[in-house]
């Protein structure tokens, strides 16, 4: 089976910009949850999907906004970029079953200047 | 946002020693998983925990789940160059949906 992936991988934008990534689950999974990753902050929940649905949303300003497709692709959208923004955007798959198991893709480095 | 704690912070050590790291929470998980991470890239899943008191191996690996679900701890035995890397705990509730909180990262060195 192919593993998560992720695009892009590498990013640059400038404040005020806005940015998408996109995300495609391992087949068959039904939930794609990302996160950002900083040196400060460390690994953080931003939101998941589940059937197209937003099943669960970490502490992230309304900027932030993810959607899902029918295939079970994700893009996560990042309106009005701010310095703070830049950092490692992952997105992990699982199936959505009791015993869930997320499995991560390579991320995408996003840096705003 | 909210960080297990993760200990030690960094490890130094000589090829062949077995490392010793654990994860620690205030809340109670149904699932630890541990994960490892190379630079710029996404983390990798090492070994899932689904059970209270569970103990678990992969290869050199083994984890276990703490019998309050509040703690894990994570072995490597006999270390080797290539396990130099960020170690993450995660935890989850299930009554959160697929939401994982991770431990703060511990940063595996391992000399010849």
């Known amino acids: 089976k192919a593993g998560v992936t992720q695009t892009p991988r590498y990013l640059i934008k400038t404040r005020g910009q806005q940015v998408t990534l996109s995300c495609s689950p391992i087949?068959?999974?039904?939930?794609v949850s990302w996160y950002q990753q900083t040196p400060g902050q460390g690994l953080q929940f931003l939101f998941e999907?589940?059937?197209?649905?937003?099943?669960n949303k970490g502490n992230f300003p309304g900027r932030f906004s993810g959607r899902q497709f029918s295939n079970s692709r994700s893009e996560m959208n990042v309106s009005t970029l701010e310095l703070g923004d830049s950092a490692l955007y992952l997105c992990?798959?699982?199936?959505?079953?009791?015993?869930?198991?997320?499995?991560f893709g390579p991320g995408t480095r996003l840096l705003v200047l | 946002g909210q960080q297990l704690n993760q200990s030690p912070q960094s490890m130094f050590i000589q090829e062949g020693e077995d490392v010793s790291m654990n994860c620690t929470s205030s809340s109670i998980f149904n699932t630890w998983l541990w994960y490892k991470q190379d630079p710029g890239e996404g983390p990798v899943l090492l070994i899932a925990?689904?059970?209270?008191?569970e103990l678990t191996s992969n290869g050199r690996l083994t984890a276990q789940f703490g019998i309050t679900r509040k703690d894990s701890f994570l072995n490597i035995s006999a270390s080797i160059p290539s396990d130099v890397g960020i170690y993450f705990c995660?935890?989850?509730?299930?009554?959160?949906?697929?939401?994982?909180?991770f431990g703060t990262g511990t940063r595996l060195q391992v000399t010849l």
């Open positions: 925990l689904y059970k209270a008191g």
């Open positions: 999907y589940f059937s197209e649905t937003q099943r």
């Open positions: 992990a798959s699982s199936s959505g079953t009791v015993k869930e198991t997320q499995y």
């Open positions: 087949s068959g999974h039904r939930s």
């Open positions: 995660a935890g989850l509730y299930t009554g959160t949906a697929s939401k994982l909180t």
